[in-house]
């Protein structure tokens, strides 16, 4: 008996471990950035709650130091957004908000480190969910 509660237990755990959908907003794995290029992205965002799900879209600095920055192209999801590039350490590097209306923003440019995998954020604020089907564009700028 106890043998068969144990592997009843072990089978739940792996159950609620492995299975069930994600409550977290996407997540997402771009292509490295050309020189002098921009990757661009489209999302339709989904509100958990009274805020939008947060996004991440994570790109690969290349072999040689250089200069990135992350941006809001259009914003049509009836609330701010706040664009964030994050650091291999975790730290916010740079930030803006795109307003509402089809608003853009750009963050500060900043050299990253060669080699290392970096994030931009997107996040709306608390109360603050999304309107259904909206929508918007970011990009990774390497200028």
């Known amino acids: 008996m106890k043998t068969a509660l144990f592997c009843f237990g072990i089978a739940f755990v792996f159950v609620l471990a492995l299975g069930g959908d994600a409550l977290a907003g996407q997540f997402k794995t771009m292509a490295s950035v050309p020189n002098g290029g921009t990757l661009y992205a489209y999302s339709s965002p989904m509100s958990f709650g009274p805020a ?3 996004e991440v879209f994570e790109f690969l600095s290349t072999s040689v130091a ?17 664009i964030r590039l994050i650091g291999v350490n975790g730290t916010v590097v740079g930030s803006c908000t795109a307003p509402t209306g089809g ?30 089907g909206g929508w918007y564009q970011m990009g990774v700028q390497r200028p």
């Open 52 to 54: 939008m799900e947060m």
């Open 66 to 82: 250089d200069n990135y920055r992350c941006r809001i192209v259009q914003n049509r999801t009836n609330r701010p957004l706040t």
């Open 103 to 132: 608003g853009s923003c750009v963050t500060p440019t900043f050299s990253l480190v060669p080699n290392l995998k970096f994030f931009c954020l997107v996040s709306t604020y608390n109360p603050a969910p999304v309107a259904l």
